[in-house]
């Protein structure tokens, strides 16, 4: 079986019913994507399969053959270690949007997705985005606050790039 | 979990015939959100496994005046699609409250049929759409209403070697509404503890032509209620009619009690939900405000 990840090709020979969960943390070695609940309902594995946000652990990896991932190291440029972090990921840390983590990886993951179609999300539509991903510690709030302080930082670059070339 | 060989069928034919000789050891994967759990917890053993996503099961389209639904459609496919929306809210509303974004990028309307819940949230507005389901092996098809294929809990009348190819919507009369509620624990992410459905057509004199009365998670399937479809039928709407219904619907479920509910919560929320229901169908046929 062949995936792409994060822009990298990967052959991977697991047993084709392993989640591509499992196959990402323990063939691949990528564990910032975490492992909850198994069970679909918390978010904590969440990536993006072919440009959709998908639970990992309800892929079984055969059903990803040839498509292609991007986990939570994919989302900062700058190959890995990532040298240039997200806007997403800054305004996490600078909101203290996350306590002890667990869920952070898959939120950022989430609202990479919803930034991807809306560069201005209201409160609802990031919450409608976060509805498969559970915080069980810090809340939501300081998510918000993130997700709208990245919106508008590219909304800024994305004006300056064209600026720039206007 | 066992060790199941695996097989992306290039096409239905493929399929067909893999089903045809594996019988009930081979097992279809339409989005897995079902399936990878009862393997897992070991309810399922399959020999094989036939994965559908390269067979083009996922197109949406108009068929003499109603709709056709590849079983391979994905919920939020089905969410997104404007005729849905447009001919069948209560389905499109039913896919909005169905769990949350990345159940709802893998899970599909098949599999949602198929699995038969008794909770499943599609069930309830397809079966007041009178949606009525393809079943092929490689012998030829079959099509049978939604309300007769529904046997019990993981219980249908899909042969071993069938497989569901795709729902049919008939046209609705002119003159209708429909409604679908969800009572959960919580607006996301939440199985039901009690959902209905509910349809109302009327004739041109504002009498009840067609009713149909849709309860999910309160019976061994997803069910009709006779008695209040029949208390409906010929009759103008009022607020006495839909407080006998939404009785006589309360009446029909049998549900059990479990980790979501007791059984006597579940039959109480029926009449709620059933009298919630009827009312927003009332007062959008008056041109009132459109109903949830
Ligand atoms: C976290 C979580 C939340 C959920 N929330 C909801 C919810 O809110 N509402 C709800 O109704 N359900 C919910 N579900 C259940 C599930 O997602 C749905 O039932 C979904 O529609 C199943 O579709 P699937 O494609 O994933 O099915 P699969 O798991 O692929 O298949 C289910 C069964 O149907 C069979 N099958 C599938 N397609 C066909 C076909 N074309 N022909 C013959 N057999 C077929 C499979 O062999 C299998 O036995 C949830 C599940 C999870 C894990």
């Known amino acids: 079986m062949r995936i792409t990840v994060n822009g990298r090709q990967r052959d991977v020979s697991s047993e084709p019913v392993k989640t591509l969960l499992h196959v990402l943390r323990e ?75 667990f869920c ?10 919803l930034l991807q179609t809306n560069d201005n999300p209201s409160r609802e539509d990031i919450l409608t985005a976060i509805a498969g991903n559970f915080c069980r510690c810090t809340g939501y709030q300081a998510v918000v606050t993130a997700v709208q302080q990245a919106a508008a930082e590219i909304r800024t670059s994305d004006a300056g790039a064209q600026n720039e070339r206007a | 979990m066992n060790h199941p060989d695996y097989i992306a069928a290039e096409s239905i034919q493929q399929a067909l015939h893999l089903k045809q000789v594996h019988g009930e050891d081979a097992h279809v994967v339409a989005g897995g959100t079902d399936l990878i759990l009862r393997m897992r917890d070991e309810i399922l053993a399959p020999e094989l496994l036939i994965d559908l996503r390269k067979i083009s099961l996922d197109r949406i389209s108009k068929h003499e005046g109603g709709m ?3 079983a391979y459609v994905q919920i939020a496919q089905l ?17 909005r409250q169905f769990a949350g974004p990345p159940i709802r990028n893998r899970g599909t309307l098949g599999g949602n049929i198929i699995n038969a819940s008794p909770a499943a949230d599609l069930l309830p507005p397809l079966m007041a ?38 729902i049919m919507l008939p046209q609705i009369l002119a003159n209708s509404a429909t409604s679908f509620i969800k009572l959960g624990h919580r607006r996301s992410m939440a199985i039901a503890i009690v959902n ?9 004199d504002g009498s009840v032509e067609q009713a149909r009365v849709v309860l999910g998670s309160v019976a061994p399937t997803v069910i009709r209620s006779q008695e209040s479809e029949a208390r409906l039928k010929g009759q103008l709407l009022s607020e006495d009619l839909i407080e006998d219904c939404a009785r006589l619907a309360a009446d029909d479920a049998t549900p059990i009690s479990d980790v979501r509910a007791s059984s006597e919560y579940r039959k109480r929320m ?20 459109a109903g949830a």
């Open chain 1, 27 to 101: 063939d691949l070695g990528l564990t910032g994507t975490k492992d909850g609940c198994s069970s679909g309902d918390c978010g904590a594995c969440t990536v993006m399969l072919d440009g959709r946000v998908v639970n990992s652990c309800m892929v079984m990896v055969a059903q990803a053959d040839g498509a292609s991932v991007v986990t939570v190291e994919g989302i900062a440029t700058g190959g890995q270690p990532a040298e240039v972090l997200h806007p997403l990921q800054k305004a996490f840390s600078q909101c203290w949007s996350f306590q002890c983590g």
């Open chain 2, 79 to 95: 969410l997104a699609h404007p005729v849905i929306k447009e001919t069948y809210p209560a389905l499109a509303e039913a896919c």
């Open chain 2, 196 to 204: 209905v459905c509910t349809r109302i057509s009327l004739a041109k």
């Open chain 1, 104 to 113: 952070t990886q898959g939120m950022l993951v989430s609202c990479y997705d």
């Open chain 2, 68 to 70: 056709q639904l590849g």
């Open chain 2, 270 to 289: 029926v009449r709620v939900l059933v009298r919630r229901a009827l009312t927003a169908n009332q007062s959008e046929l008056s041109g009132g405000i």
């Open chain 2, 129 to 166: 759409y009178d949606a009525s389901l393809v079943l092929e092996s490689i012998s030829g098809q079959r099509e049978m209403p939604l309300d007769q294929f529904l046997q019990g809990p993981g219980q249908t009348r899909l042969a071993p070697n069938e497989l569901l190819t795709r």
